[in-house]
């Protein structure tokens, strides 16, 4: 049976809807406040959590973005409750990487349906896909069932490289991420005393050349094969979008990336997780703390948006909200911060 966790402050509210689910042939877990659902949740290990917004001390935004960061909870399909149906509210949720959204009141059947398609959709995830080009392949047909930005293809290029062949220099734009469907492949770059330091050594089923992408930088290192290889050769805008894309769908492919739980995943989860309105807020934070004689940060949408991690278009709509909500003033391509705490708030919790 399906264990559901159910956040909810409302006694009444919390028990019927616990009967709802426990008439459906569900567990139910319940919890009256935030801090507890948390804990509760790390406890539990549930299938669904279903979590009002509205909660003291810890609300549901902050529930979902401490969830987001526990390796072995994040990605655990999440439903936010409310009695607001204001769109900045429902906006805000999905960025912090909620599956779905109900408003209060609703109705038996209504839940019920949430619940089993977020459930139905979960369980895709939960098989175990091989690392390799023909477990990708099946992993990428499956994400593809979720709406996702149309995908490049899922029969992917492959390449032959033969010993001691480059595959990429250092400084060079990273326009795919590599699967090695074959041999070894290393990673290296020079010291400033000319000795060949190599970064990294990977085989059959290793993906490689994806930190650059998601830092938006050109390689920081160099990949030369070790003896006769074949390569899968992943696009880029393919594998930003299977990273940047729901939570169960971008967890699950994380965990092809790299395998297991190590601080290489918790980094890659923070990238995945993190709401482009944290990391804008996160990079305009640091930009003034790094020239805090100049009164207004002057760099071109483009330079922001690299530094973000995102498109530049997103960047421009993502200004323009925090120009709205009187976080920033914008001249040109000066940037001025007004509301430095109000900032703060967005990238502590998004």
């Given at each position: ?7 909810e ?5 919390r028990?019927?809807t616990a ?6 042939n569900y ?7 935030g ?15 279903i ?17 987001s960061?526990?390796?072995?909870i994040?990605g655990?399909?999440f439903?936010f409750l ?11 949720g ?13 109705d038996k059947?209504e ?8 459930l139905?959709?979960n369980?895709l995830f ?10 990708l392949?099946?992993?990428?047909d ?20 033969h010993?001691?062949?480059?595959l990429?220099?250092e400084g060079?734009e ?8 074959k041999g070894?492949i290393?990673?290296?770059r020079?010291?400033?005393d000319?000795?060949?330091?190599i970064?990294g ?5 290793d993906?490689?050349g994806?930190n650059?992408i ?7 290192d160099?990949?030369?094969a ?7 050769l992943v696009?880029?805008?393919?594998f930003?979008?299977l ?5 169960e769908v971008?967890?699950?492919?994380i965990?092809?990336l ?13 990238l995945?997780y993190?709401?482009v309105r944290?990391r ?9 703390k790094?020239?805090?004689g100049?009164?207004n940060l002057?760099f ?8 973000v ?8 709509r ?12 914008i001249?040109?391509r ?12 967005i990238?502590?919790f998004?």
């Amino acid at each position: 049976m399906k264990k559901i966790l159910l956040i909810e402050d409302n006694l009444d509210m919390r028990e019927n809807t616990a009967e709802i689910l426990d008439l459906a042939n569900y567990v139910v877990v319940t919890a009256e406040n935030g801090k507890i659902g948390v804990e509760k949740a790390k406890q539990e290990k549930p299938d669904l959590i279903i979590c009002d917004i509205m909660m003291p001390d810890l609300d549901g935004y902050g529930v979902l973005h401490m969830i987001s960061k526990d390796p072995e909870i994040a990605g655990t399909p999440f439903i936010f409750l409310t009695a607001k149906a204001e769109k900045s509210d429902m906006r805000k949720g999905m960025n912090l990487g909620a599956d779905d959204y109900m408003v209060k009141p609703f109705d038996k059947v209504e839940l019920l349906s949430a619940v089993e398609t977020r459930l139905n959709r979960n369980e895709l995830f939960r098989k175990n896909y091989t690392r390799d080009l023909s477990g990708l392949a099946q992993f990428v047909d499956a994400a593809s069932k979720f709406s996702l930005p149309t995908l490049a293809s899922t029969e992917y290029k492959i390449r032959n490289h033969h010993l001691k062949e480059a595959l990429y220099h250092e400084g060079d734009e990273p326009l795919v991420v590599y699967l090695v469907n074959k041999g070894k492949i290393k990673t290296w770059r020079m010291s400033p005393d000319g000795k060949e330091l190599i970064t990294g050594i990977y085989s059959k089923g290793d993906f490689f050349g994806y930190n650059p992408i998601l830092e938006g930088t050109n390689h920081h290192d160099s990949a030369t094969a070790l003896e006769d290889s074949e390569v899968a050769l992943v696009p880029k805008n393919d594998f930003l979008s299977l990273v940047y894309s729901k939570q169960e769908v971008s967890a699950r492919f994380i965990k092809m990336l790299v395998n297991n739980i190590n601080e290489k995943e918790e980094q890659l989860l923070s990238l995945a997780y993190n709401s482009v309105r944290g990391r804008v807020a996160d990079a305009l934070m640091k930009l003034q703390k790094k020239f805090q004689g100049t009164p207004n940060l002057s760099f071109s949408r483009e330079d922001l948006a690299n530094i973000v991690g995102t498109s530049t278009e997103t960047l421009i709509r993502t200004l323009s909200d925090f120009k709205q909500e009187k976080m920033v003033e914008i001249d040109g391509r000066d940037v001025k911060i007004l509301n430095l705490s109000g900032l703060e708030r967005i990238r502590k919790f998004s």
